[in-house]
Structure formats: structure tokens, C-alpha cells
């Protein structure tokens, strides 16, 4: 039976690109990006041929239904993001949704996805964490950052380089002085991560040209009287 899989990419080394990926792309029938013109790099780099078409958040609700029929008729379809796993901050919820609905089978590979290593590396709780992907740029977003103020858990969050600055100054703001960690540019040639109070890292990113894609990781709310010891590390 025909099938939709979810196919993760590398998020910045094509070295992370698995071996299965690379077999199920060459033998679906079509492949969804998000950017065509971005993965026509990655399947070129990988000898992938297979038809490409558009798939992305301005016609997902378009193309959802058609997609789904195409699988009920036979085809086997890969969706792909511009990098890491689709659904995660990237289109793929409506087309899942849609295939589960009409009876299609849908499988996911496990694969590369930012807020992983991020949270692995950052030093703080991973036992239990919450992922709140891109913060409302602008309407909600006070809002949000008050409710999540009180979360226990360690949170994680999506940011672009040109909105850090100001999102750091905000989670002072409404979070108080926690540990924090900022990963730049993982698995590439240039990764930072920044590590230590809010404050220490909103200054540290303040005195240079910030680039690349950002995970924030957040201390959750402490318990009563814990400790709030500093010591930042960046490497």
C-alpha cells in the first residue's frame, strides 16, 4: 500500500542525512519541499532524481487534498523540509492530518531536528521540557511570554538572528535572571553555544554580528529559594 513519509534532512552537515533517507527519496514516486530550489541542492548532492514539487505553509491547504488523493491512487510521496524534520516549525501538520483522515498511512524516519542537541547540550534539565517553536512576533506575544513565565519545565524556543537581541531582553524581562543557552548554527562549521544567565548571554551576543539559525533553551521556573549560580561558558 501506498504511503506518506516524513523524511527529515540535515540541518546544516549533509553528513547527517542517514542512509535510509537517502533509499526512500530515490524510490518515492514525488517528493514535497518546503523550497525547491533549496532541496534541488540536496537531492543533486545525494544523486536523488525523482520528480520535486512545491510544498509549503502558502498552499498547504491547497494541496492537501490532492496530494492525499494521489496517494490513494498508488503513488508513494516523501515530504521534506528546508532542513531537519517536517511538522516541527515547518509544513506537515495539515497534509498528516488530512492523509490520516482518508485511511492513508503516513511513516516518519527519525532524523536531524535543532531543538535536540540544543537541549542536550545546554546543560539543563532534559527530563522534561516544553517546545514552544517561534514566539508571535508581535500580537500575543506578551502574552505568551507571561504564562510561560511560570512553567517548570525547561523551555525551548526558535529564534531568528535579526529578533534575538530583543527576545532575550524580553525573557529577562519576564522571566528573571535564569541560565539560559543559545546554540548558532549547529552541526555547522561555525556553531556557537553560549551558556550562563540571561544577562551574561544577552551581553555576549550584543558585542557581535549575529548569524544563523538559534535555539533558546530556558531554565524552567526554580523551586523556592534555589540557587541561581552563574558561570557562563561560551564556545
Known amino acids: 500500500m501506498a504511503k506518506l513519509y516524513l523524511v527529515p534532512t540535515p540541518i546544516g552537515n549533509l553528513d547527517d542525512m542517514t542512509f535510509r533517507a537517502v533509499k526512500i527519496l530515490k524510490e518515492v514516486d514525488l517528493i514535497l519541499a518546503e523550497d525547491t530550489r533549496t532541496s534541488s541542492k540536496l537531492l543533486n548532492h545525494f544523486g536523488i532524481q525523482n520528480k520535486l514539487s512545491s510544498h509549503h505553509k502558502f498552499n498547504e491547504h491547497q494541496t492537501a487534498g490532492n496530494i492525499a488523493r494521489r496517494i490513494e491512487s498508488g ?5 521534506i523540509s528546508d532542513a531537519g524534520t517536517p511538522g516541527i516549525s515547518d509544513p506537515g501538520f495539515l497534509l498528516v492530518k488530512n492523509c490520516l483522515e482518508n485511511g492513508i498511512d503516513v511513516e516518519c524516519l527519525p532524523g536531524a531536528t535543532a531543538l535536540i542537541p540544543a537541549l542536550v547540550n545546554s546543560g539543563l534539565p532534559s527530563d522534561r521540557f516544553c517546545f514552544e517553536g517561534f514566539l508571535p512576533v508581535k500580537k500575543g506575544r506578551q502574552k505568551k511570554l507571561q504564562a510561560l513565565a511560570g512553567e517548570e519545565r525547561t523551555l525551548i524556543f526558535y529564534e531568528s538572528p535579526y529578533r534575538l537581541i530583543k527576545t532575550l531582553e524580553q525573557l ?10 543559545v546554540s548558532r548554527e549547529l552541526s555547522k562549521l561555525h556553531e556557537e553555544n553560549a551558556r550562563g544567565t540571561i544577562s551574561e548571554v544577552l551581553e555576549h551576543f550584543k558585542a557581535k554580528t549575529i548569524k544563523g539559525e538559534i535555539v533558546i533553551v530556558v531554565e524552567g521556573k526554580p523551586p523556592p529559594k534555589a540557587s541561581q549560580g552563574g558561570g ?3 564556545s
Open 75 to 79: 503513488e508513494n510521496i516523501a515530504l
Open 172 to 181: 529577562l524581562e519576564y522571566f528573571g535572571d535564569r541560565q539560559i543557552s
Open 232 to 234: 557562563k561558558e561560551f
